[in-house]
């Protein structure tokens, strides 16, 4: 896996190259120090994670990552960063994160997020969960749910349980290429703009196995 870790203190960017620099399956890429240089590091090197601070100069984190969906940069972003208030975690993965873990996190905790990102599952700790689904009202989206086909429910559980689009594929017995296609349906049919999304919806709305 190709990693760019994108923070502002220089510190922090050497203890997790160091660290990650032992893991036979992370290569660390590249280095930037704020969301500007990370946007054109991660289309000049097209890493398959991104590591993002959000609290940075100049351009933050959550305004890189619109920036990189905007682009169509492929690029799983998991959000590392010492702030947990719900007014900075809830924007961050509005904007497209893949997971959002604490910079305290135990080293091979941390290996193992990026692992899960870049297998296409959503990560989110339990309390970062909860600040989502506060946001949303108890009813809103319900009558959505009444437009999903049998199969369409199948992919959302299976969504809202983590599964990337290849173990989805695998447990109903569909082509990556079919479910894919459901995703896409799921998220018209719901008004929504990402898995992350999908998943947290399944949860306040009971879709789940």
Known sequence: M???????????????RTFLEIQDDIEVVGE???????????????????LMDIKMPGTDGIEALRKLRELDNPARVLIVTSFTEQRTVVPALRAGASGYVYKDVDPEALA??????????????PEVAGAL????????GQGRGTS?????????TLIADGRSNREIARALV???????????NILMKLDLSDRTQAALWAVRHGVTG
């Open 2 to 16: 190709r990693v760019l870790l994108v923070d502002d203190h220089q510190v922090v960017r050497r203890g997790l």
């Open 32 to 50: 930037a120090s704020d969301g500007a240089e990370g946007i054109a590091r991660a289309e000049e090197l097209r890493p398959d994670v991104v």
């Open 112 to 125: 193992g997020a990026i692992r899960s990102v870049h297998a296409g599952h959503v990560l989110l700790q």
């Open 133 to 140: 689904l506060a946001q949303d009202e108890p009813g809103s």
């Open 148 to 156: 999903l086909t049998d199969r369409e429910r199948e992919v959302l």
């Open 174 to 184: 569909l082509s990556e290429k079919t479910v894919k296609t459901h995703v896409s």
